[in-house]
């Protein structure tokens, strides 16, 4: 039996390889490039406009706004929707913590609802019993770019009289029931973080086919700051005239990285079929271990996968995660952890959450490791990935 590195052995690789790394071409620094010596705004530019029509075309959806990042997509989401204090989101805990506080921002309570335990995706039922007369939206978290179950939420959400809230992060290229991820909820957000499958350095967006969601998207992402006298209270004074028409934000996308987004979305096909490559081979390596479970799918997401999560089973292995975490490291091979339940943290401690309220997702986090993906993995790369998984688990079997 080949033995772990950690345990005496020699490492698979020489090199570290990370669980998730951006890919930049000749395009990407020409578009860039391109902006810097335009002569043109380099924010508030013609490249924002550029970039949320591709959206548009790319998501299915009728409106796009680009904003600075993923957890200003979900501000103003939640701004849009009308959502304030007294209210309740209900969102799943196994996501990064923007998902809940972008209702904490808005002065509403998040709502932690379980999640399946096969797609790892949040539970419709789930959903339904955390509902109350003070419930104003869900926000659905596409987790590993798997599609949530949009068509139960949306029945949900349709039956109470509450918005659909999407968190697509990890799912752009994603197709639920052959439409895009983007064209199904209410409002769609996605992060353009450096590890997702597409990168603006930071950046992110919502989109939407409501144009009065549209109308209020806008105006929360420039400090609610109109110059459509459709909107002011008072005739303008002139062409350098403007209005407040609400408590907005900066929440900004610079024309620098509306470009580099541009240029990365048009490698979006490629950078999604390369990443399907990588989830098939370690799909057959990995239902053939015995000490790993590997997620499922359902049927109805074509998806575009972000993460690719390894789910150790505790009862037929002697070592635990954060012994497999450290195996894997001397492989040379770095992994994470996705995610830390959200209400584990001490600040929604202070608010009053405790552990328990999902016991399936508290699971789950103790079982989880997250393994490379990206674009850039070799062929070799990915070989390497699943003998170090692989040597790991037979050596440490019970």
């Known amino acids: 039996m080949e ?115 096969k797609t790892w995706n949040i539970d419709p039922q789930s959903v339904r019993e955390r509902i109350t007369e003070r419930t104003k939206a869900v926000v659905a978290v596409d987790f590993t770019g798997q599609s949530a179950q949009l068509d139960e939420l949306l029945e949900i959400c349709r039956e109470k009289g509450i918005l659909l809230i999407t968190d697509g992060a990890h799912s752009i290229g ?33 989109v939407t086919s409501d144009p009065a969601l549209y109308e209020r998207l806008s105006l929360f992402r420039a400090h609610g700051i109109t110059r459509n006298p459709a909107l002011m209270e008072k005739e303008p004074d002139g062409p350098w005239y403007y209005e407040q028409v609400a408590l907005g934000y900066n929440y900004r996308m610079t024309d620098i990285q509306a470009a580099l987004l541009i240029s990365q979305l048009d490698k979006l096909d490629r950078f999604v079929a390369r990443r399907r490559e990588i989830v098939a081979c370690y799909n057959e390596a990995f239902r053939r271990v015995p000490q790993l479970i590997v997620q499922e799918e359902i049927p109805e997401s074509d998806t575009a996968r972000h993460l690719y999560i390894i789910r150790l089973r505790p009862e037929r292995l002697s070592i635990g995660r954060k012994e497999f975490f450290d195996a894997l490291d001397a492989e040379n091979v770095r992994c994470n952890v996705h995610y830390i339940p959200v209400y584990y943290f001490p600040w929604y401690r202070k608010l009053g959450y405790r552990k328990g309220i999902c016991p399936k997702a508290e699971k789950l986090y103790e079982e989880i490791l997250t393994i490379p993906l990206h674009y850039n993995l070799t062929d070799q790369d990915v070989e390497d990935v699943i003998r170090a998984v692989e040597k790991i688990a037979a050596y440490y079997a019970k």
Request: glycine share 10%; with cysteine.
């Open 3 to 117: 033995k772990p590195a950690i345990a005496g052995g020699n490492p698979v690789r020489d090199t570290k390889l990370y669980y998730g790394h951006q890919y930049l071409d000749e395009a990407d620094y020409q578009a860039v490039l391109d902006v810097l010596r335009s002569g043109n705004d380099l924010t508030c530019g013609p490249k924002i406009a550029e970039l949320e029509e591709k959206l548009c075309w790319i998501t299915g959806a009728k409106y796009a706004v680009a904003v600075s990042n993923g957890t200003a997509a979900l501000h103003v989401a939640c701004l849009a929707a009308g959502i304030g204090e007294g209210d309740e989101v209900i969102t799943t805990p196994i996501t990064f913590a923007a998902s809940a506080n972008c209702a904490l921002y808005c002065g509403a309570r998040p709502v932690f609802a379980d999640i399946d335990e």
């Open 174 to 206: 994603t197709k639920y029931k052959g439409r895009p991820v983007g064209s199904v909820a209410d409002m769609t957000t996605f992060s353009f973080h450096p590890v997702k499958t597409v990168t603006a350095g930071e950046g992110g967006a919502v």
